[in-house]
């Protein structure tokens, strides 16, 4: 923290004694370009003190440090501020714990438990409310003796239930724990409590799981004699990143595509499929983030099973007497990258055969200002395709890529799915 100036100091000493300090500018000499400023600091009866500089406000300071001298006032005290423990309830801690551990909490009423009495067993209705006694037990007096039969013949008309346990059932993924209480909260926090107990332990097993895992996988590749360099070039790179350098050095498109959205809007579950080339996985999480990077990981441990394709001689660097170059390769015409995407693909492919290029139009929009869902018509030619998605390129894209299937140039739904491998 910066120290405060002398203007500020003053302001919270004269605050401290309910006075009000002045500044005046009482002289100005000295020529246009350098001037020289006489301000003058009156703090209520206490004093006047003046400050010269060659500016206003370095003379306020001034004349501020000689009221702080010579003021005679004292500083007040700092005041120390409490900062006071939050006291979190145990199923406000319970949803902390069971969302680290990716698990929905759900509470259920069960049926009350009568009080048991440690003398007569079950709980038995008070002497007041019987045999013409009174509410606590004690005989009344005789003037009001119609009165209490009244009274007394009332209660027993409809007698008082004996007090119960409220009993509540906390479900935490497939667990189910019971809690008893007084009332439906403390119910809800015994259940809670003995519920955490078992999710602590649960999360620290989780834990040590995980650096064990950790550190056997580094002791296999120290004992495989990988490259520490190399490995640290790959852990600078995402699971993601690194799916689609593969892909794009075996000539195979890659696409991440959402295939589950479950649970209630604090416990989101998300699956997500991850597609490269005939090769899918599958990835869930509590984050879109996270399912996404499982599914990469999982298609990055089955492409690194595939043998590396072959290197093109003529595409290395060649090196000559005066300097570096790189071979040239003219591609046929036929030889189009397929991990563009379907716009681009079926422009070059048209392009290629001197037609006439794509016609996009909008069909229809449909929906409110949160979910929408586009149509869009692309044609070529006589051959015409739709494509729906939520936003404008989504559904271009998947026009492109339905009018790529009407021509034959990419496989359908259906022979997809015989030619897909699940891992």
């Not at 069971?98 to 709980?123: F, S």
């Not at 008082?160 to 189910?176: A, F, H, K």
């Not at 046929?332 to 037609?355: C, F, V, Y």
Request: glycine share 8%; proline share 6%; hydrophobic share 30%.
């Amino acid at each position: 923290m910066s120290q405060k100036t002398p203007i500020s100091l003053m302001n919270e000493l004269a605050k401290a004694n309910n006075l009000n300090p002045e500044y005046n500018v009482i002289e100005e000499t000295g020529p246009a370009h350098k001037k020289t400023f006489k301000v003058q600091l009156k703090l209520g009866d206490i004093g006047i003190w003046e400050g010269m500089a060659n500016n206003i406000k370095l003379a306020k300071h001034k004349a501020a440090e000689k009221g702080l001298e010579n003021c005679g006032l004292c500083m007040p005290e700092k005041k120390v501020v409490i900062s006071r423990p939050v006291n979190l309830t145990p199923t406000v801690e319970l949803n902390g714990l069971a969302m680290k551990l990716g698990k929905t909490t759900q509470y259920r009423e069960l049926p009350p438990k009568p009080l048991l009495n440690a003398h007569t067993g079950p709980y038995t209705s008070p002497m007041g409310y019987h045999n013409g006694y009174g509410q606590i037990g004690y005989s009344m007096p005789t003037q009001h003796h119609q009165f209490n039969n009244h009274y007394n013949n009332h209660f027993n008309m409809y007698p008082r239930g004996p007090p119960r346990i409220t009993r509540v059932s906390l479900t935490v993924g497939e667990q189910e724990f019971i809690g008893e209480g007084r009332d439906k909260q403390k119910a809800r926090h015994d259940a809670a409590q003995k519920a955490m107990k078992v999710l602590r332990e649960e999360l620290l097993t989780q834990m040590s799981q995980c650096g064990i895992e950790v550190s056997g996988d580094t002791n296999e590749t120290v004992s495989n004699g990988v490259d520490a360099g190399d490995e640290e070039d790959e852990s600078d790179k995402s699971e993601i990143s690194q799916v689609y350098e593969i892909a794009t050095r075996m000539k195979m498109m890659v696409d991440f595509q959402d295939m589950e959205n479950a649970g209630p809007a604090h416990m989101k579950k998300f699956k997500i499929k991850a597609t490269v080339g005939p090769y899918m996985t599958e990835g869930e999480g509590n984050r879109k983030k996270d399912a996404k990077k499982e599914a990469a990981v999982r298609m990055l441990a089955e492409l690194k099973k595939l043998p590396e394709p072959p290197v093109d001689p003529e595409k290395k660097k060649k090196y000559q007497r005066h300097g570096l170059y790189n071979a040239k390769k003219v591609k046929p015409k036929s030889d189009i990258d397929p991990t563009l995407n379907s716009i681009s693909i079926l422009g070059q492919i048209l392009q290629r055969r001197h037609d006439p290029a794509p016609v996009y139009s909008l069909v229809e929009e449909r929906g409110h200002m949160m979910k929408k869902e586009f149509t869009l018509r692309v044609k070529v030619g006589s051959h015409e395709a739709l494509g729906v998605g939520p936003n404008k390129k989504t559904a271009k894209k998947n026009a492109a890529e339905a009018m790529l299937q009407l021509m034959g140039f990419r496989l359908t739904e259906g022979e997809k799915a015989s030619h897909q491998v699940l891992f």
